[in-house]
């Protein structure tokens, strides 16, 4: 850990850090699919975000303040509000991929899920500022709606599951 103190490598918050270390190399495969400048520069900023996230988890509890705002939370939110606008309304259940970016983006959705798991079971053991599990949980669903924003960008039909159970 951060400070040199040593932990199983089965600790909740090596998971955790771990995970959150995954999706930032993950949202870098993403980013390099997007054409868009403005999406790519709001995809460096969280990378930054989950960078500094990371060496939170990465350290002892009460050792460092936590680096999410509420400035960032309220920025993905602003973002989500802004792809929903433009997007036909969802009336199925939908399947990830279609395009590239879109399926890229499902990958970045799923690990920040997980991450969002990890989180939560250090809060079960020890203290956790409530903006980062906030944070990747907000994360997750800008994750979702940027997919579909690249299948509607892209003109890529998304992906409808049909229900096997008729």
């Not at 699919?33 to 460096?44: C, P, T, V």
């Not at 969280?46 to 460092?64: C, D, P, V």
């Not at 203290?127 to 994750?143: E, P, T």
Request: neutral net charge; charged residues 25%; hydrophobic residues 35%.
């Amino acid at each position: 850990m951060a400070g040199g103190k040593r932990i199983p490598k089965t600790s909740p918050r090596l998971e955790a850090y771990g995970t959150v270390d995954e999706l930032n190399a993950f949202i870098a495969c993403l980013s390099e699919e997007i054409d868009n400048a403005q999406d790519r520069q709001f995809l460096l900023g969280i990378q930054y975000n989950l960078f500094t996230l990371g060496s939170y988890l990465a350290s002892e509890a009460g050792t460092m303040d936590c680096p999410i705002s509420e400035e960032n939370i309220k920025e993905i939110e602003s973002e989500m509000d802004g792809i929903d606008a433009i997007l036909p309304p969802l009336k199925y259940f939908i399947l990830p991929g279609g395009c590239r970016s879109n399926a890229l983006a499902h990958v970045c959705r799923t690990i920040c899920r997980r991450a969002e798991r990890n989180i939560f079971q250090i809060t079960e053991i020890d203290r956790m500022d409530k903006k980062a599990l906030q944070y990747v949980n907000r994360l997750s669903d800008y994750f979702f709606l940027f997919s579909r924003k690249q299948s509607f960008y892209k003109k890529s039909k998304e992906i409808i599951w049909e229900s096997p159970c008729k």
